[in-house]
């Protein structure tokens, strides 16, 4: 969730750049970028197509970004962009072999024990294999709401569908998370669904009964919560993941775009 004085800044860098500041455009673009490329290189697979995605996103914004009214959020229109890139490279690439696991990483400055970076790895790699192997149209959802941060209404409003069907492909999409990282987390075949219910609390779904019977039995049952925390960890890798830096011709194209803005503003 992004703070509020982060959103402020967020803001005031975005009207900055719209009234002709180059400067700024250059820090809005530097700020979004990370974010595009996690969404490029798990929707597209590749680096080569996600660091393409991640050029023609950040040229459209460069170029567009006068037009954003703020009628949605600017992550919803951002990633709106992103998913439009991603549609162009993704024709013709079924077939491609998954994102290497590499670029899922523990995080690395908590120096864990070996025996804990093992485990992170292994379910890192878990979770890498299980996102490859979702549709496309859960697979988005998945990384906009759960490794974003966008609300429902926002990924709603970037993928072009309804609230309610953002939320039937995240239940369907972390149902079968769940089921895909089983093998690396203690289960129990007599608990409840917990994911089920973890997934409906996350989108206002459930009902204060049923929440407060879910937390009681996550409370008191080790296995529960090892799957909640291990399916959370997961998808928190995700955000922290390596991300490689802009290779230079990207960077490159993008500040030809925005010199361009910039003199065509000056006008």
């Known amino acids: 969730m ?52 991640l050029q023609d996103t950040l040229l459209a914004i460069a170029t567009h970004l006068g037009e954003f009214e703020g009628r949605s959020s600017l992550s919803s229109w951002v990633f709106a962009l992103t998913r439009t890139a991603c549609a162009r490279r993704r024709r013709g690439l079924k077939n491609q072999p998954p994102v290497s696991d590499d670029a899922v990483a523990t995080r690395g400055d908590d120096r864990p024990s070996p025996e804990e970076r093992a485990a992170g790895h292994e379910l890192g790699d878990a979770l890498a294999r299980a996102l490859d192997a979702l549709p496309d149209e859960q697979r988005e959802v998945v990384l906009l709401r759960d490794v974003e941060g966008l609300s429902a209404l926002e990924a709603a409003e970037a993928i072009g569908v309804s609230v309610d069907a953002v939320k039937s492909r995240l239940h369907r999409a972390r149902a079968a998370l769940r089921a895909a990282l089983a093998p690396v987390v203690e289960t129990s ?13 996350l989108e206002g779904d459930l009902s204060a009964v049923d929440c407060a019977a879910m937390e009681a039995h996550v409370a008191g049952c080790a296995a529960c919560a090892s799957r909640c925390d291990a399916l959370k960890s997961a998808l928190a890798l995700c955000k922290t993941s390596a991300s490689a830096p802009v290779p230079p011709a990207v960077q490159e194209r993008v500040r030809a775009a925005v010199r361009a803005w910039a003199s065509e503003a000056r006008r």
């Open 2 to 53: 992004v703070l509020q004085s982060e959103s402020q800044t967020i803001a005031g860098r975005v009207r900055r750049a719209q009234a002709g500041d180059p400067a700024a455009m250059e820090e809005v673009l530097a700020s979004i970028a990370p974010a595009v490329r996690r969404f490029g290189l798990r929707m597209c697979k590749t680096a080569h197509d996600a660091d393409d995605v």
């Open 189 to 201: 075949p007599d608990c409840p669904d917990v994911i089920g219910s973890w997934s409906r609390k």
